[in-house]
Each structure stands twice: as C-alpha cells, then as structure tokens.
C-alpha cells in the first residue's frame, strides 16, 4: 500500500538539524547556573547533605564543537540512604503523633491558611520551575507552563472542594434518638511518589490532597524530574509544621522498601508500574492497614468504527497517542480501525503525523521533542524490530528513526498479537495499529487485557456507540466518544479498573481517598445537648464544630 508519498522521510541528518549549540540556545528559555542541590527537607529543616549525588543530564542535548552531541548536565540532587529516609519517616510519624499532633488536629480553616501560603509561596517559584521541568523531561515550554498552572489551579480547586466538604459536615445529624456530626479524618502518614510524565502536577494532585486532609507526608521525587521540586523545599519548610512535609532522595530499591517494612506508612501514593506498587505493598507487615491510591499501567485503545468521522478520529488519535510524545497514561497505545477504513485512515494519519513541528522543547509550536529516559530509545526500537519481525510495516516515511535522545513517531501496522506492542504499553511514539472486521474483536481485546483504564470510541452511529458502551462501561473507568482519552477536567473522576489503578482522583475524591469518615454520636437527651452546645460555643474541639468556612 503507498501512502502519503509527498511527506518528506525524516532521517538522522534532518534529527540532528534540530540540536543546537550552547550560545544558540535562546536566552529567555536558559538555565542561567546549574542548580546542585546539596539539602533536602526533613522534620522541618533544610538539613544539609555532603555525601553522594546523582547528576541530572537534560534529555536536550547540546552540539558540541566536533559535531557530536552531549546531554547537558543541569544539575545534582542527594543520593540519600536508607538511614536519612528512616529519620524522614521518623519525623511523619512524630508530627502525626497517633492523630494527635498539630496539623491533624488543626482546624479545616488552619490548613487551608497553610496551603493557601505556600501556593502564594509556589507561584513566586514559577519561572524557574517551568524552565526545570522543560530541561529536566524534555516538555515542550508552553506545555510545562501549562502544566504549571493548571497544578495551581488544581490547588485552589481542592481548597474550594475542602470548604464545600466541611460545610457538609458542620451540622449536626438526628437519627433513631442519636445525635451525631459527620466528619473526615486523616488517615496518618502518606508516602507520595509521582511520575516523571507530569512530575509537577501528578505528584501534587495527590500530595495536596493528602496534606491538606491532615496527614503528614513522605514525598520521593520522581527519578526524572527531580530538581523542579528543589525551588518549593522552602516553602514547605515555612508553611507546615515542623514534620508534617518531608522528603527522601535516593535509589527508590534502596531506600522505600525499609519504610514499607517499618509498618508505618499508612498510605502509599504512586503513580508508576503496577508491577512495583505490588511489591512495595507485599512489604508492608499489616497489608490490611495499608490505604493504596495508586495510578499504573493503561494500554487504552481507539475503536475506529465504519462509521467514524476520519477526520476527526484522526485529529483525536494523532493528539492521544503523540501528545508529549505518548508519554501519557491515557495516551491512545494501541489503534483498531474499520478494515473498510484501514487505507484511507492510514493515509490521513500519516500526513497528520508527518505535519507535526520537531524538534527543541522551547520552539513555538513545536509538538515532537526528546525523551527523558536515557534507554527509551533502545526499547522502542526493541519493538519496532519485533512488529517488523511478526509482519508488520513502518507506514510513515523515517518512522523510528532516532538519534540520541530523539525518536521520531513510527506507525506500525498491520499488528497481530505476536507483537509485544500488542499487549506491552509503549510509553513513546509508537501508533501500533490492527485492523478489525467485527466489533467483537477490539471488545474481547479489552476484555482480554490486564489493564483498564480508558478506551476511545469514533462513530456517528448512535446505535454502534450505544453497542459499545455497555460492555465497555464494565471493562474501563472511562468511555470516550469521538476524543481521546484524557484526565481532565479534574472534577471528573480518574481512576481505572483491573491493574491500572487503585482507588480514585479528583478534586473531590482525593479528598475522601485520604480521609475517612468518623464521627462524634451521642444520646439525644437534655444532659448531652447542653454538652454538646457547650463545647460548639466555646470553640473547644476543632473536630466537633459547627463553624462555617466562607
């Protein structure tokens, strides 16, 4: 089959056109000194660090005078050890204190004062933040800016969700002759790990939540994008108690198994492999006191039915499965197209691709960038090697091509289940593609599959998209017509079934998955209400309270 024969073939001479030297890089987007971190946050201060140091080389590389290309060092963090993530631990626990300590009995109001500072804190760090996050995971500009701001509103959308929740819970319940106020509580120390995707925003779309609940926190940055977090220490130093926010750097297989194994850790937040999250939960000696709210794999597939928009359908698949490179886990990993519709959709979404800018993370426009991971390239050429073996083509003119920390997007098809992009989830840009006759096929797909988290559905046919939605509903947390899949808005709830994740995020349900409902009951009499409107009046109990948050 020939498709797209005007779209121009990439090749390594094209990819290393867009490297550029030191002096050429622009400016207003520069590091202006590498940032080595020699500190890090624990039990309330800024505890300095001389032992070793892991250096962080940004997936930009550089054009050196010979012509070769070397990645930039940006910076180094601590390579802590299991003793300083044990003492971190030690702090959590201390400062939760059984639930008895400051921040978990501190009022909804105090809190929010606290996390309201520090965001005020956080902006004032944006620039260089933004700047981090592109350097340190190769994210286009305007995406890490997004990224940055749509974390702080994130925040302010939980502080929001946080009052709403408390005025629910500020009146008083009369039921069977009981009287009873309903309210949450935290649930003790939470050890937060986030990805390196979104480093910034999916790392605090769960530690926010948790902090602001009134857990104590143990927060591992994330192996690529790390740094970004070195500019905010201070603020949390500043705007928490002493112990409630703490921090571990080092080799996670070094240092988190030892927490895990301490039985102290209440709640584990992860947003990685599920293949680690069950690990890490086999180590915990009481597993049944052990909250997991966790966001793993996903393989989400588009099901591009004979009755879809093409145009459309293609828009959506080259957004889904390219956006930051496919580096997403709702990213679109595998594509099952209408075999009537098999040519022309590989026609259109190979000129689609071919359109797509390449290149430095800080160009305008620029959709395509290097890869974070230093041994991504190698494993996506893995499987490209494997699909060519099994039978299938690179359809799009230099599809995989790759030099040094850049592969350009390959569309592969046709894809069989021989293939590892048949069942493996990619994380890069690979558009694995299968061609279907009966929509049988893509829904035992998804049945078949050990992950469950999205699935896009492309047609115009209300009674094909009703088909498949019924059986879809009970196989993936969320059906999408005619869009990619996606998290947001953050309002909706984002969670998965079978091995994709545990637990659910939101605005609002982050707050309940970091909290549990307790509540303070009573016999309906005379004695117990003069008590009760005894210790409301006086403001005596921040928990029993009927104050009003505006």
């Not at 030690?90 to 004062?113: E, L």
């Amino acid at each position: 089959m020939e498709v797209a024969e005007n779209v121009t073939p990439v090749t390594q001479d094209s990819l290393r056109g867009i490297f550029v030297t030191e002096e050429q890089v622009p400016a207003e987007f520069s590091l202006t000194a590498e940032v080595h971190q020699k500190e890090y946050l624990s039990n309330g201060f800024m505890k300095a660090w001389d032992g070793g140091s892991h250096e962080v080389y940004s997936p930009i590389a550089i054009k050196q005078p010979d012509g070769t290309l070397a990645r930039k060092l940006i910076g180094t963090y601590p390579v802590c050890t299991e003793k300083e993530a044990l003492e971190a631990l030690d702090a959590a626990v201390a400062a939760y204190d059984n639930g008895r300590g400051a921040w978990p009995t501190m009022g909804v109001d105090g809190r929010i004062s606290c996390v309201e500072r520090f965001t005020q804190k956080m902006i004032a760090q944006k620039d260089l933040v933004v700047k981090l996050i592109m350097w340190e995971i190769g994210k286009p500009y305007t995406d890490s800016v997004k990224e940055f701001d749509r974390t702080v509103e994130y925040m302010y959308a939980t502080i929001d969700a946080l009052k709403n929740l408390d005025r629910q819970g500020s009146r008083f319940e009369i039921e069977q002759g009981i009287v009873a106020q309903v309210r949450r509580s935290p649930l003790g120390v939470v050890l937060c790990m986030g990805p390196f995707n979104y480093p910034l925003n999916e790392t605090f779309t769960t530690l926010i939540p948790a902090l602001i609940m009134g857990n104590t926190i143990l927060f591992k940055p994330p192996k690529h994008g790390t740094l970004l977090f070195y500019p905010l220490l201070e603020a949390f130093r500043d705007c928490f108690p002493e112990g409630v926010v703490n921090t571990v750097y080092g080799r996670g297989a070094a240092i988190v198994p030892a927490l895990m194994k301490s039985g102290q850790v209440n709640v584990l937040t992860l947003i990685g492999s599920s293949k680690v999250a069950d690990e890490l939960k086999k180590l915990h000696p009481k597993v049944n006191r052990l909250r997991a709210i966790l966001g793993l794999d996903a393989k989400n597939a588009a099901i591009i039915t004979q009755h879809a928009d093409l145009p459309l359908s293609v828009e959506e698949t080259v957004l889904g499965a390219l956006s930051f490179n496919g580096q997403r886990c709702t990213a679109l990993k595998i594509i099952f197209v209408h075999r009537s519709k098999v040519d022309e959709f590989l026609e259109r979404l190979t000129q689609a691709v071919g359109k797509l800018k390449y290149g430095m993370p800080w160009e305008k426009g620029v959709s395509l960038t290097p890869l974070p991971e230093p041994h991504k390239p190698a494993y996506l050429k893995e499987c490209i090697d494997d699909a060519l073996a099994h039978g299938a083509k690179v359809v799009n003119p230099g599809g995989g091509t790759a030099l040094e920390s850049f592969v350009y997007p390959a569309i592969l098809y046709p894809v069989n289940d021989k293939m590892k992009l048949y069942r493996e989830e990619q994380f890069g840009p690979l558009v694995p593609m299968v061609a279907y006759d009966d929509l049988e096929e893509p829904i035992q797909y998804i049945i078949d599959s050990t992950h469950g988290q999205q699935v896009s559905i492309f047609s115009q046919d209300a009674a094909e998209v009703a088909s498949l939605i019924d059986p879809l509903v009970n196989q993936v947390s969320r059906v999408n017509i005619n869009c990619q899949c996606q998290r947001g808005p953050d309002v909706f709830p984002f969670t998965g079934r079978k091995d994709s994740a545990e637990g659910t995020l939101s605005v609002v349900d982050a707050l309940r998955s970091f909290s549990i409902r307790s509540l303070v009951a009573a016999k309906f009499n005379e004695n117990n209400k003069q008590l009760l409107n005894q210790i409301v009046s006086e403001g005596q109990s921040n928990f029993l309270s009927t104050k009003f948050i505006f």
